[in-house]
Every structure is written in structure tokens, then in C-alpha cells.
């Protein structure tokens, strides 16, 4: 689980959270900070959600933009590739 470094710097408040009675004896059993892990997990759905709009937002340019390497190729071509 990655946890980023601007949680030790951001601002806390509490907050109510429904979560399930299983995970939560799981997350006691295993000493979890439940905070942190919730903080974490939200902080990934938000990027979740955050790309796959960006993604759909940029459907057209990404398509377009495989279309012409497809056509043309990349710009610069790496070492490794012969000519």
C-alpha cells in the first residue's frame, strides 16, 4: 500500500465511516492503522476515477495520436531499433 507524503502535511479532521465488522477485526488482529489504510485506499479510488476521466477526456487526441505512429512512426527512434 502506498502512502503518500502529503498526508503528514495535509490537514486532519475526523470523520464517520461505515465499514465492514470482518475487516475491521481483520485490520485490529493485524495491528492496521485504520485511518491510514482508509486514507490510502480512498486516495487510490480517487486517482482511479481522476485517470479514467483524464483517459476518456483525451480519447480523441490519444486515438488520433496512435493513428499517426501507426502511420508514421514515432518521432525519434530509440537506439536499439536498426534503420
Same mark, same amino acid.
Not at 20 to 27: P, T
Not at 53 to 60: D, I, Q, V
Given at each position: 500500500?502506498?502512502?503518500?507524503?502529503?498526508?503528514?502535511?495535509?490537514?486532519?479532521?475526523?470523520?464517520?465511516?461505515?465499514?465492514?465488522?470482518?475487516?475491521? $477485526?481483520?485490520?485490529?488482529?493485524? %495491528? #492496521?492503522?485504520?485511518? *491510514?489504510?482508509?486514507?490510502?485506499?480512498?486516495? !487510490?479510488? +480517487?486517482? /482511479?476515477?481522476?485517470?479514467?476521466?483524464?483517459?476518456?477526456?483525451?480519447? $480523441?487526441?490519444?486515438?488520433?495520436? %496512435? #493513428?499517426?505512429?501507426? *502511420?508514421?512512426?514515432?518521432?525519434?527512434?530509440? !537506439?536499439? +531499433?536498426? /534503420?
Amino acid at each position: 500500500m502506498h502512502i503518500s507524503s502529503k498526508q503528514n502535511v495535509s490537514k486532519r479532521r475526523p470523520v464517520n465511516l461505515t465499514i465492514r465488522e470482518d475487516l475491521l $477485526e481483520s485490520a485490529k488482529s493485524l %495491528n #492496521l492503522n485504520t485511518s *491510514k489504510a482508509a486514507e490510502a485506499g480512498i486516495e !487510490d479510488a +480517487i486517482k /482511479e476515477i481522476q485517470t479514467s476521466k483524464w483517459l476518456e477526456s483525451n480519447k $480523441e487526441a490519444l486515438l488520433a495520436h %496512435n #493513428l499517426r505512429v501507426e *502511420k508514421e512512426g514515432t518521432l525519434l527512434k530509440p !537506439d536499439w +531499433i536498426p /534503420e
